[in-house]
């Protein structure tokens, strides 16, 4: 089970938020908490397919864990520079790796924040929900 | 070293020990090239050309005296061997430099040339396993540190999965859950976060030990910092029952510290004081001035628990110090929290201590530099004893374009403020540390040493290169503008000191319009009550 598209109650537009962590159980419970946030998720474990999706369904946001098979965290930052479609996601790392020398690396490389693993809930929706909300660096008008 | 001849550079004034000295050194059986100095400054060249094998130091020389030689000859090459050759009179001497790092000493006069080819050769043999040694121990160090690094990295990621599970099912998102479920996921919770902070302090304090520890010293309001450190600790008191409270003068001048840290010290010095505080107990954090001390802020934790017993008392700051009377509900972490936030405040240039009697509650205090800009800006608008000509204040303001995003533009600011640092020469401007600001604009200042001619050099490079930063661009506009700070008259009767401080207060009259009721230092108020 590579993507979940859930749009079901509400009519407007909802988000869409790229979870990019190796870890299966992990993956499964931020998408449940996403969701139960109004958010639709797309989920994939590797660097490779995070490029491939992110293409794919162009979502609104991308959750980028930094230890990843098949490309790690700052491929992956490296390849959506690349492609002007893309260049524009708002990309929050979210990973386990010491902010010492991360923290200022995934930022210059384009990511917008960085959370160490455990990431208080409220502060990481908090990030997303304000990222999305000025259309922060993502050319395209804010769900609500 | 058997095959190659030892190369000594022998450094003495008198021309007789030296040619004793010469005359000993080439009569042993191992070969030795003998290099001769009168004077420290021609050692000191010497050793910029080549490193000896070993060095034999005449402590009293024409161009310097006593410790102090052998202080600068060991800045200059730490890691070569350095024999003594001491005078009848100053043996005292020489045993004090042997304390401070040199291999051996020779009294002159006694000096034969089996005894001195024996002293070269140990001094060297042990000069050589020391540096094996202290090479072994950084590697040491460093293996440690990348063996903490990684079972931290490891132990974060089930971790996360736990926390993650657990706030689902506390959060209700996996259906309701029965009262006692709550109560039994909670305990988890509890430990979970027990847990993240043991794992957190484990690395900060392996960082502090090797020296890795920074910060980053900003102009801060030690007020609000120490409202929030109590309005974030407020609802732990409040679920032990204790009272919690802040009370501080309000002439308090801004602080120079790292906010992040400070912050991290003060939530653990009050996290401390509520575990070891029983229900109905209170708790106080002060800031306030003490006479004695004119460049200090004072700040501390008071509770009213019960004590610690005196024979504790210098023990509690060290590494892995846990309570010997703690029961088991106060469970008190890995016992490094204290030790951490010990050294924070040692970066800082400050001293942290406590005081207790048992039954009576325990106070630990600890102090942060004021913030003065005379005393950041003296190194870089003078040269050479003498105030420099011309110096321009530069204004860059960064403004966000809709409303305040306050995590990412924070982030904003903090690059462009990385980016600013790098327009400028660090020897003679200077980006003066910003106050910590709400969240909206932003303002950075420049003191550059330069007319306002050239200043629009600097104007433009900061225009490129913040421009360049996608976010900004995205997110906010920026403004740069340039003033000069009017010169001293000629013939100004001020010390240089005096000036500087002239040039502080100019400046500090200028932010201080842009900033309007925050004050941004009290600089004018400090030196004035210092005269």
């Known amino acids: 089970m590579l993507t979940e598209s859930h749009n079901q109650e509400q009519p407007t537009r909802r988000a869409k938020i ?127 | 070293m058997e095959h190659e001849p030892a190369r000594v550079l022998l450094i003495e004034d008198n021309p007789g020990d030296a040619d004793l000295v010469r005359l000993r050194l080439v009569e042993g059986k191992s070969a030795v090239q003998v290099n001769c100095v009168p004077r420290l400054a021609d050692a000191l060249a010497c050793l910029d050309v080549e490193m000896p094998t070993l060095v034999l130091l005449d402590l009293n020389l024409p161009d310097s005296r006593g410790a102090e030689t052998f202080r600068r000859i060991m800045q200059k090459a730490p890691n070569v061997p350095v024999v003594i050759l001491s005078g009848q009179d100053d043996e005292a001497l020489a045993i004090k430099a042997v304390h401070m790092g040199v291999q051996d000493y020779l009294v002159k006069g006694d000096i034969t040339s089996k005894q001195l080819e024996r002293a070269v050769r140990y001094a060297i043999e042990r000069q050589g396993l020391l540096r094996a040694l202290e090479i072994t121990r950084q590697q040491q160090i460093k293996f440690k540190d990348q063996f903490l690094s990684h079972v931290s990295h490891e132990l974060r990621t089930p971790l996360t999965c736990i926390y993650q599970y657990v706030t689902l099912l506390l959060d209700g998102l996996a259906g309701p859950l029965a009262a006692n479920q709550t109560d039994h996921l909670k305990a988890v919770l509890k430990s979970t976060n027990q847990l993240h902070a043991m794992i957190r302090d484990l690395l900060e304090a392996t960082r502090a030990e090797s020296g890795k520890l920074h910060i980053e010293p900003r102009c801060i309001d030690i007020r609000e910092l120490l409202q929030q450190a109590v309005t974030m600790m407020r609802p732990t008191a409040a679920e032990n029952h204790i009272s919690l409270a802040a009370a501080f003068e309000q002439t308090i001048p801004l602080v120079y510290a790292d906010p992040d840290r400070t912050l991290e010290v003060l939530i653990n010095l009050i996290d401390n004081a509520i575990k070891f505080t029983p229900p109905e107990g209170s708790v106080v954090v002060k800031a306030s001035l003490v006479e004695t001390d004119p460049s200090a802020v004072y700040l501390s934790v008071n509770d009213s628990g019960r004590g610690l017993p005196p024979e504790t008392l210098s023990q509690v700051f060290d590494r892995l110090y846990q309570d010997p009377n703690a029961v088991d509900g106060n469970r008190t972490g890995l016992g490094l929290g204290l030790y951490i936030a010990k050294e924070i405040v040692t970066l800082h240039g400050g001293r942290m201590w406590v005081a207790s009697e048992p039954g009576c509650g ?170």
């Open chain 1, 18 to 144: 790229m979870v990019v962590d190796d870890d299966p159980d992990l993956r499964q419970a931020l998408s449940l908490r996403l969701r139960a946030n109004h958010f639709d998720t797309v989920n994939v474990c590797d660097g490779y397919s995070a490029i491939a999706m992110a293409q794919k369904e162009k979502p609104h946001l991308i959750i980028l864990d930094l230890g990843l098979p098949a490309g790690d965290g700052y491929t992956v930052l490296k390849h959506l520079q690349e492609f002007p479609a893309l260049a524009g996601i708002p990309v929050i790392v979210l990973t386990a790796r010491d902010p010492e020398g991360n923290e200022k690396r995934t930022l210059e490389s384009g990511a917008i924040a960085f959370f160490q693993k455990p990431a208080d809930n409220e502060e990481l929706l908090a990030v997303i929900r304000a990222s999305l909300q000025t259309g922060w660096g993502w050319g395209g008008s804010a769900p609500s």
């Open chain 2, 362 to 531: 325990s106070t630990f205090s600890f102090t942060l530099p004021f913030y003065s800009l005379a005393k950041l800006l003296l190194p870089v608008i003078t040269d050479q004893g003498h105030l420099r000509e011309n110096i321009v204040l530069v204004r860059v303001e960064l403004a966000p374009l809709s409303k305040a995003l306050r995590g990412s533009w924070k982030e904003v600011c903090q690059r462009s403020l990385d980016r600013l640092r790098r327009c400028i020469y660090v020897d003679k401007d200077l980006v003066l540390p910003p106050m910590e600001t709400s969240g909206a604009g932003e303002t950075f200042f420049v003191v550059a040493s330069t007319d306002m001619k050239r200043v629009g050099i600097m104007m433009d490079r900061i225009r490129e290169h913040l421009g360049a930063l996608p976010k900004l661009k995205a997110s906010g506009t920026l403004r740069v503008t340039a003033e000069a700070i009017p010169a001293p008259p000629a013939g100004d009767p001020r010390t240089l000191e005096q000036q500087v401080w002239g040039v502080a207060d100019y400046v500090t009259e200028v932010i201080q319009q842009g900033l309007g009721s925050r004050q941004y230092f009290t600089e004018k108020e400090n030196h004035t009550n210092a005269n």
